[in-house]
């Protein structure tokens, strides 16, 4: 794929957001009636957790950028579920097949087979889960039936776990009540929160330390509608910050997305934007300021967020690459080497990345199977001074299918 340096303009559509459409897909599987989801996200990872629904034993039913997910009358069942590469679905769809009184293998592909799974051993265990890892790593077999009580989770990994069994525990007869340690990513959980709570269920907790929750509810949802993705978005919001004024439709200014926090980052470089309704304007910034942002709890923004220091006036210092190791690729080592080839000078101290920003040049990089690198050396492109080859630019699939047509309709060479 071949980037030339371009100016951005014109109007798009935010794309669906995945982890929104994720989370609806699994609160369809354990609703007592059917839910139509719309403004549908075509991406591998949602199309991922579509065929766990199906092999958990729903009916998944097509429309006109829509779904209709039926759960089984006779209950959940199923012995082997694939999660693709997405690790939302493998740990969110883990304690929904812990609610089983059969064994289900927990399988997945690509850079998924080398995220650790071993974390989530200890907690099912507490509420009675038999669980067998393959040397900590998938594929993992679960053996419930989960019971309530009281359980400990490690959130320092990843919050997705958590988010799992927030989605899963109030099913169960009985109450339970999770200790959090140490979590991250808290606006997830946030949204997570939310989206039960539009599934007509409540959760509470006291600082993210402390999450009681009630037994014996019941999800429903006749229609869900998937609001628009900030964080694909976040992408076009670089963009035009760098090379043009854009407007992105489709986005909640509201929204509990924690890659929302890109406009936080808009306003330390000194780029002007606003929003009419939900549609958000970017207007070029020729004099970007160099900012210093904690990216702990919005880790998917560090790609684009490296790609915009690139193109700031100074050294910009990104903190959370301890939160990059477990993605898609080592994320930091990829920044680090891949915008490396295009001349950008970065270095790593512990869990703060610097990037030194004022030029970017042409040449050729891999996207490390990343769809966020991906996305990140698009970017990258857009101001060097030649064309950029990204290598290996399918793997936005994973999220983003249309990200490079999207990029291709508001970009004048």
Known sequence: ?????????????APPSKSYMQRAIALAVLSHQPTTITNLSDCNDCRAAIDVARNLGCTVEFGNDSI???????????SHLHCGESGL?????????????????MTGEGSLTQRPVGFMESTLQQLGVNVRTTDGLLPMRVKGPMRGGLATVDGSVSSQFL?????????????????????????????TIQIIGDFGVKISHCNYEQFSIVGNQEYCCPEYRVEGDWSGAASFVVAAAVAGTLTIQGLNPHSAQADRAILDVLKLTGTRYWFDGDSLTVEQNSNLKPFTFDATDCPDLFPVLASLAANCKGVSAIKGVNRL????????????TELGKLGVDIEIKGDEMYISGGKINGGKASAQNDHRMAMALALCALTADGQVEIEGPECVRKSYPNFFVDLKQCAES
Do not use: Q, W
Request: hydrophobic share 40%; net charge neutral.
């Open 163 to 191: 988010t799992g069994l927030l989605v899963a525990l109030p099913t169960l007869k009985t109450d339970t009540s999770l200790k959090v340690d140490n979590l991250t990513s808290k606006p997830y959980i946030d949204m």
């Open 89 to 105: 679905a493998l740990r969110m769809f883990t304690p929904i097949a812990s609610l089983l009184d059969t064994e289900v293998e």
């Open 325 to 336: 190791t477990h993605k898609e690729s080592d994320r930091a080592a990829a920044i680090k």
């Open 1 to 13: 794929m071949i980037v030339n340096p371009s100016k951005i303009s014109g109007t798009i559509t």
């Open 68 to 78: 209709c997910i039926c759960p089984p009358s006779n209950g959940l069942s199923g």
